[in-house]
């Protein structure tokens, strides 16, 4: 176990991955986490967030100083460092130059977090504070032209600095000191596995439901999925699932959910048509806004509804992944935390009043993926590109009716097609077709036609906080547009997105 704490950085969940490829167990808590309950956690080790504030600044985040009272190894990364040598009696100061980028470091000490990394190498640095003054016994081990003070340790306790971040991909070796802590000073054992988390998954879901009821709503993405092929592997029968067929669906998705968790999985699903609902609710509409929000309301309507005939039903299941519990600042731990009251979460009346269960609240989405395979669910399921709630609603510029659905559909089904026989699916984060409200000028059979425009966008991204426009082959572009508009009625225009996000996001609406 190593406990990350959360002084405010971009890059907590870039840490937490780190230190879990390595297959080591962490949680990511709060500065507000008190001393006994880190002692309580028995963390092998613990490591200091970067964050955005200057450590004098009125409000800076902090944390109990009798942390370093523990007998634990320590990393402090950027702030983190600030905040060990500021409360240990060094000394920080507005640096003279600010660094952000990248940095040559130049090593002085190797042991333990530069052992066997030569003399130096690329780092990447954010910061406009420095260490100026160490505290006793701490030494210099690494420093970059504009930071003399780049890295530090205090051999003695096993507390150690670094002022830039190993976290992410730009800082070379980054990913290995972050092992040598792991292991070297906390002597971690790989123990953090996906057959572990399954099976102790599975006994705190059997021990906590019982023989009580959990009903779920099934959208068919990677998340959800997993969720309820857990949840069953625990207490089979006893799950209920519920797929609300809101009309908005990509083609054949409804009958690809049923092959792959009914007839594989034997997944006890209760499908609601609600097409009509949904298309009448919408007539007409076209703020992206209220789509969302008509969808939304629709959904729980229809979902409370079908819940109500399920008798003694006493939990809810979800698919939240562990980046939502980050950014709502929870702490956790203990062999119960996968159970809680519910609390609103995914916009379900609090009125249902059914506990939650969250088993993949520990997971990123590539562990996720990981646990699927575990879990024995068919790769294409596994490898479901991300699909937004409110569905091709938000992939439709303008009102959306029946006609304009079934144009999208057909042209995101070629889309797709050509992109898994690229072999290019899985390294695309995501990638669809988008419906334009405006029409154009073609020439098709020497007549002319003023018909709709389709728009491809396809994305490269880790974790859609970022993403780039993915350069897709131009030949492969040129196949896809032209079997868009051979095989698709109405359609006589196809054009490529090449935005990055920011400034753009990956969905237009």
């Known amino acids: 176990m190593i406990i990350i704490i959360d002084f405010g950085s971009q890059f907590n969940q870039l840490i937490a991955r780190r230190v879990r490829e390595h297959n080591v167990y962490c949680q990511v808590e709060p500065s507000d986490i008190s001393v006994s309950k880190i002692r309580s956690l028995r963390p092998q080790g613990i490591i200091l967030s970067g964050g955005p504030s200057s450590i004098y600044e009125d409000n800076s985040p902090s944390i109990d100083k009798s942390l370093f009272d523990l007998g634990v190894p320590i990393l402090g990364i950027c702030y983190g460092m600030h905040y060990m040598v500021h409360t240990l009696g060094g000394k920080i100061k507005k640096a003279e130059k600010r660094e952000y980028g990248f940095a040559n470091l130049d090593i002085i000490d190797a042991e333990p977090l530069f052992k066997d990394m030569g003399t130096g190498f690329q780092c990447w640095m954010s910061h406009g504070d420095s260490a100026m003054e160490l505290p006793e016994n701490f030494v210099v081990t690494a420093s970059t032209e504009n930071t003399p003070i780049a890295a530090i340790a205090n051999h003695t306790k ?22 040598r802590f792991l292991f070297d000073v906390c002597h971690c054992g790989k123990s953090w596995t996906m057959k572990s988390f399954c099976d102790g998954a599975v006994s705190q879901i059997k021990d906590a439901v019982g023989d009580k009821k959990v009903i779920m709503g099934l959208s068919g993405g990677v998340d959800s999925s997993v969720a309820a092929s857990l949840i069953h592997k625990a207490i089979g029968k006893h799950l209920f ?24 999985l034997d997944l006890n699903i ?8 949904f298309l009448s609710g919408l007539q007409g509409v076209t703020d992206p806004e209220k789509k969302r929000k008509i969808i939304g309301s629709l959904f729980i309507e229809v979902f409370e509804a079908e819940a109500a005939k399920i008798e003694g039903a ?51 989405k590539d562990e996720v993926r990981k646990l699927g395979a575990e879990l024995g669910l068919h790769e294409d399921l596994i490898w479901r590109q991300p699909f ?97 508009i051979n095989e698709v009625d109405n359609i006589n225009r196809v054009v490529f997105d090449i935005t990055s996000k920011p400034p753009g996001t990956i969905e237009w609406e």
């Open 241 to 264: 699932c519920i797929f609300v067929d809101n009309g908005l669906l990509r083609k054949n998705e409804k009958e690809a959910l049923e092959k792959s968790l009914i007839q594989n």
């Open 270 to 277: 209760r499908f609601v048509d609600a097409k009509e609902k």
């Open 158 to 179: 096993n507390f150690y600095g670094l002022q830039f971040h190993p976290e992410v991909e730009h800082s070379i070796n980054g990913s290995a000191m972050i092992g």
């Open 314 to 364: 006493e939990f809810l299941g979800q698919g939240t992944l562990y980046p939502d519990i980050i950014e709502s600042k929870s702490a956790f731990g203990g062999p119960t935390s996968i159970i809680k009251s519910h609390h609103n979460v995914g916009g379900l009346p609090e009125k249902m009043k059914l506990k939650l269960i969250e088993p993949l609240q520990l997971l990123f």
């Open 388 to 484: 937004p709630g409110p569905g091709l609603a938000i992939r439709i510029m303008g009102e959306i009716t029946a006609f304009r659905l079934e144009i999208l559909r057909e042209a995101d089904a070629i889309l797709l097609d050509e992109i898994r026989k690229a072999g290019l699916y899985k390294k695309l984060w995501q990638s669809f077709a988008v419906l334009l409200p405006v029409k154009s000028v073609g020439v098709m059979g020497d007549k002319r036609t003023f018909a709709n425009c389709i728009a491809i966008r396809a994305v490269t991204s880790n974790d859609a906080m970022t993403a780039d426009w993915a350069k897709l082959p131009h030949d492969l572009l040129g196949k896809i547009s032209n079997r868009i």
